[in-house]
């Protein structure tokens, strides 16, 4: 049995990272009614605004990789954590749209440097226990997920004032934080690793896992306006489709390796790809609350190992080095999360929000469509 006691600490701070990132991401979803209530601004608006999340992100994943190549993962992760911590706070506080712009660059700058750096690092802990970690890291975003949500969420509904709940939530991200920076690995030093363009079988791997973060920015960003819209809970409530979501995905994820190599990727994009759009479906058609809320965990149950899946993908495909290949999917994918969100604020105004949820459900089909070709190695 070997020995693990030695990378230990650095395994949880690892742990505590992705908990931290999901947590902070977790809080400002209840509490996007709000912030856009203090501004005034409608649904097109609201999307410009959370595109400056995308935006600040894409600018600092490329800048943070050069950095972490250079100078290791660890003060990277410590700059985006403390970052989210620190700033969280000002989102509820913001009174004007300049303002309010400004800081979710900020945040999203923040978010973009802590989900490279943390996911260099989790490389580095599982090459150096030789042995599938990964699953487990992310598995840890999710939790924080469901964390953040359920924390505010509960506030809330207590009464406490949305600028109190969230400077909470900021103390929480923080305190993690502190106790996880004396715990990750010592920074290493090297050469920058230039940033790959992905090619062949990559572009579609790198696609799809752009559709499937743009489902999970949706329910982030969108699902508590889309309760509210439809009637389905009281706005104090709005928090609860995000919660469900976030536990069929910890679910999902903690069990993930064990169905993956039971079922095969082929079965898991086929049937992930399948239930994440019958899900979507059932969040705008089902009349019924409990129907449509019962779409948020099937969403979750759907998408939790799709990702992974083409992960894996990318690191077997022959066309591209797997490290290029993993990179160039990983920041395609996140361009998902991000800058999707902004599309789906667009298309909420034209189309109304339901009907926008509505699409995201026909391009989930275009994963099981591309199961057979995306696993073929």
């Known amino acids: 049995m070997p020995d693990y006691s030695a990378t230990a600490p650095a395994r949880l701070a690892t742990r505590l990272a992705f908990f931290a990132a999901g947590f902070a991401m977790a809080c400002w979803a209840p509490l996007i009614p709000f912030a856009k209530e203090n501004i005034g601004a409608d649904e097109a608006t609201l999307g410009l605004l959370l595109l400056c999340i995308g935006i600040g992100s894409l600018i600092a994943m490329p800048l943070t990789g050069w950095l972490a190549a250079r100078s290791g993962a660890k003060p990277m992760i410590l700059i985006g954590g403390f970052g989210l911590a620190l700033a969280l706070p000002f989102l509820i506080a913001a009174q004007s749209l300049w303002l309010l712009a400004t800081l979710l660059l900020f945040i999203g700058a923040f978010l973009g440097t802590i989900d490279v750096s943390m996911n260099i690092h989790a490389v580095e802990v599982e090459n150096t226990e030789d042995r599938p970690l990964m699953s487990g890291f992310h598995a840890q975003f999710s939790i924080g997920g469901f964390a953040g949500a359920t924390l505010i969420t509960y506030l809330l509904s207590r009464g406490i004032e949305a600028q ?10 923080f305190a993690v934080m502190a106790f996880a920076a004396p715990r990750f690995l010592k920074a290493k030093g090297g050469d920058p690793v230039p940033f790959a363009l992905p090619k062949g079988i990559v572009v579609l791997l790198a696609a799809l896992t752009a559709i499937t973060f743009l489902v999970e920015g949706a329910i982030l960003d969108w699902s508590a306006l889309l309760l509210v819209e439809r009637q389905i809970t009281p706005v104090e409530q709005a ?7 976030s536990i069929a995905m910890v679910i999902g994820r903690l069990t993930g390796d064990k169905v993956v190599a039971a079922l095969g990727g082929f079965r898991i994009l086929l049937l992930g790809g399948l239930l994440t759009a019958a899900g979507l479906a059932m969040t705008v058609l089902m009349p019924w609350p409990i129907a449509s809320l019962a779409g948020f965990l099937l969403v979750g149950i759907g998408a939790a190992n799709i990702v992974p899946v083409l992960f894996s993908a990318a690191g077997k495909q022959k066309i591209m080095p797997a490290g290029m290949a993993i990179a160039s999917v990983t920041t395609t994918g996140y361009a998902g999360i991000l800058m999707g969100p902004a599309i789906i604020g667009f298309a909420a105004q034209i189309i109304t929000l339901p009907l926008a949820f509505g699409l995201l459900a026909l391009m ?8 057979r070709v995306a696993t073929k190695r």
Request: charged share 0%; net charge neutral.
């Open 164 to 173: 109190v709940a969230i400077l909470v939530g900021g103390a929480i991200t």
């Open 239 to 245: 928090g609860t489709a995000y919660i469900l979501f």
């Open 364 to 371: 989930m089909l275009a994963i099981p469509l591309s199961a």
